[in-house]
């Protein structure tokens, strides 16, 4: 992988870390807890439950995805950046185009 193709990965992926952050943040996610506000005077607590877990389900998701994105920014850092995680061959540049957080090369990932 040349270093412009490297350097803008690695821009993208910051860019989606502020970005999930963000998101989180909106979701009133910092740290492990979450306080998802639903107002005053909110009359049906069942509604407030869904409400309430459908907000957890996205935290969750949003977590996920910034793990993924902080760990391949840590894998730049380390020098392990672009090698399958499953038999250390490169993985191709467009699939880092596509996934920059991608572990797995092509190959790897169809056999999951």
Do not use: H, W
Not at 10 to 17: D, P
Not at 32 to 42: H, K, P, T
Not at 71 to 99: S, W
């Amino acid at each position: 992988m040349d270093s412009t193709l490297k350097a803008e990965l690695k821009t993208r992926l910051e860019e989606e870390k502020k970005s999930l952050d963000r998101q989180l943040a909106d979701y009133g996610a910092s740290g492990d807890g979450i306080d998802v506000a639903l107002g005053e005077g909110f009359a049906d607590s069942g509604q407030a439950t869904a409400e309430r877990t459908e907000a957890l389900g996205i935290v969750e998701t949003l977590r996920s995805q910034r793990a993924e994105v902080v760990a391949a920014l840590e894998r730049m850092e380390a020098g392990t950046y672009g090698k399958c995680d499953n038999c250390g061959n490169e993985i191709p540049d467009a699939r880092l185009e596509a996934v920059p957080s991608a572990l797995l090369c092509v190959s790897c990932k169809q056999g999951r």
